[in-house]
């Protein structure tokens, strides 16, 4: 059996990712396979709001909407701006985000971070209230998590 350069062992496969300087930032709670198949689509994606950090902005922020201890309702409140930055200012942003992340990753990366999400939604269900009047409210309230009541101050 022929034997293989020692350059070429240490070589890089031609298929191999280029991450640059640093390899990619793990998101909290995911695996690795999941991680990579995410920042491969915020790479590719070519949705403004999806971009390279958005699927881990979003879900930090996400968590973040539902930490607060106790029973009192939460109410989303609007973002001022509606750069990419600012608008993670609204949590319905950022679940708008984790839709699109969801709806174009694999199948196997797809029902890790949903799992994740569907947790998050029971938690969010549970501590917003309804608003009758969201159809004439959101620009989106075909999306359940736009159909809740928003406004005011976000720690409730």
Do not use: K
């Not at 022929?2 to 070429?8: D, L």
């Not at 070519?46 to 309702?73: C, K, Q, W």
Request: hydrophobic fraction near 35%.
């Amino acid at each position: 059996m022929p034997r293989r350069r020692p350059g070429a062992l240490r070589a890089l496969p031609r298929d191999a990712p280029v991450w640059g300087r640093f390899p990619p930032v793990r998101i909290h709670g995911l695996s690795v396979d999941t991680t990579l198949a995410i920042l491969r689509l915020e790479q590719l994606s070519e949705d403004y709001f999806v971009h390279p950090g958005s699927t881990d902005r979003a879900l930090r922020r996400y968590r973040a909407f539902l930490a607060p201890p106790g029973r009192r309702p939460l109410y989303p409140q609007d973002s001022v701006c509606s750069c990419r930055g600012c608008s993670f200012d609204d949590v319905r942003h950022a679940r708008d985000v984790l839709a699109e992340v969801l709806r174009q990753l694999p199948h196997r990366s797809r029902a890790e971070l949903t799992r994740r999400v569907v947790a998050l939604d029971a938690v969010y269900l549970g501590r917003t209230l309804p608003d009758p009047f969201a159809e004439h409210r959101q620009w989106r309230s075909d999306l359940w998590w736009r159909r809740r009541l928003a406004g005011g101050r976000e720690s409730g």
